[in-house]
């Protein structure tokens, strides 16, 4: 079927919206009308390290329009959101951990589906798509059977679509990487979305401390109005310091948001002993990581990694839409709405922090 997508042919260029050919859904496959989409940090490093031209985008929310062979989970009509790919067959899919698929990173960053053929082409060009199984910056994308879960009827498609990765991982690192108890401490490095979900979640699960760090002022003062009990500019001195007067001695966890090295040596300095540290990001990639790991090492502090904060999607992305309806999760404060035509405009303001959550609602929708 003929479809509108926003393609990025270079790094150094936004993308352009350009009509493209999408695949038939094969089966175990669903064909979804993208109502709204989500621009998530991994979009923007993207076009560095996937082949392009290709249609990027990973946090789709809309309706099916039509489902392959063999699919039950949904049918044609339902209101879905579109999270990460996995194959449900390798050994930590069967444990409950499909964010850690063995198939994980070829299914989000392979630019095809599992079995390698391609869903998108401009007439004989071939354009790389299956991004995170299914490349949201489109009218319409394929995306796997195991990767749609529907959303309540009340939940808006723009509170949804975010929930498929960046809400997620702030969110799962908290509930189900750290599994934070009532009553714990906890340290959030960056105030981005994926931070301040993890601040929205410690206050569902009743953390008593919960400190946001940032260089920004204004999300500082976002996080405390969605639940930190103190806010740290991580340009002041002696951070680790107020972090443990703050505690009363160090942190029982931390979570590293920021994308810093900086901060996450301080995220594992400010832990007391037996603390726990997260980490969802990839600062400098590629690069050594040049600090002492004896602060961890004399502790017995762990330190785990991140990927889609655990997530079962099935299972964890009703809990947080009900977390939304419910009020607990308002992630309406958190985000700017644009239309899908206005897609470079948001894009650049996501490139200059003005939230990396920014959602992109579908100027097509009707
Ligand atoms: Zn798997
Ligand atoms: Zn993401």
Do not use: W
């Amino acid at each position: 079927m003929q479809i509108s997508a926003a393609v990025t042919r270079s790094a150094a260029r936004p993308p352009v919206l350009e009509t493209l050919e999408l695949d038939d859904p094969r089966a175990h496959e669903v064909v979804v009308r993208v109502v709204a989409s989500g621009i998530c940090h991994t979009d923007l490093f993207a076009p560095l390290m996937y082949p392009l031209p290709a249609v990027l985008g990973h946090e789709g929310a809309g309706i099916v329009e039509r489902v392959g062979s063999g699919v039950s989970k949904v049918r044609a009509g339902d209101r879905v959101v579109m999270t990460f790919g996995s194959c449900g067959g390798c050994a930590l899919c069967l444990q409950g951990s499909p964010a850690y698929c063995e198939h994980g990173h070829h299914l989000q960053f392979g630019g095809s589906r599992d079995d390698g053929s391609k869903t998108l082409r401009q007439g004989s060009e071939a354009i790389t798509g299956s991004f995170f199984q299914q490349s949201s910056f489109a009218t319409y994308s394929l995306a796997t059977e195991r990767s749609v879960v529907k959303i309540p009827a009340a939940m808006p498609f723009e509170a949804a679509a975010p929930l498929g990765c960046g809400i997620q991982t702030g969110a799962g690192a908290v509930i189900n990487n750290l599994r934070v108890r009532a009553g714990a401490s906890i340290v959030i490095f960056g105030a981005g979305s994926v931070g301040l979900a993890a601040v929205m979640a410690a206050r569902i699960v009743g953390a008593n401390v919960i400190i946001a760090v940032d260089v920004n002022l204004e999300r500082l003062e976002l996080a405390r109005s969605l639940g930190a009990t103190a806010a740290i500019d991580a340009r002041a001195d002696d951070v680790v310091g107020r972090i443990r007067a703050l505690t009363g001695g160090g942190a029982m966890y931390a979570f590293e948001a920021a994308g810093q090295v900086e901060s996450i040596s301080a995220a594992i300095e400010c832990l007391r002993r037996k603390g726990v540290c997260a980490i969802a990001t990839v600062p400098k990639m590629g690069e050594p990581y040049a600090q002492t790991l004896l602060p961890l090492l004399v502790g017995g502090k762990s330190l785990l990694s991140v990927l889609e904060g655990d997530s079962v999607p099935d299972l964890f992305i009703p809990q947080l839409a009900d977390f939304y309806l419910a009020g607990q999760l308002p992630l309406d404060r958190l985000t700017t709405n644009y239309a899908f035509t206005d897609i470079a405009h948001a894009l650049d303001d996501a490139h200059h922090a003005q939230g990396d959550q920014a959602r992109l609602a579908d100027g097509l929708m009707h």
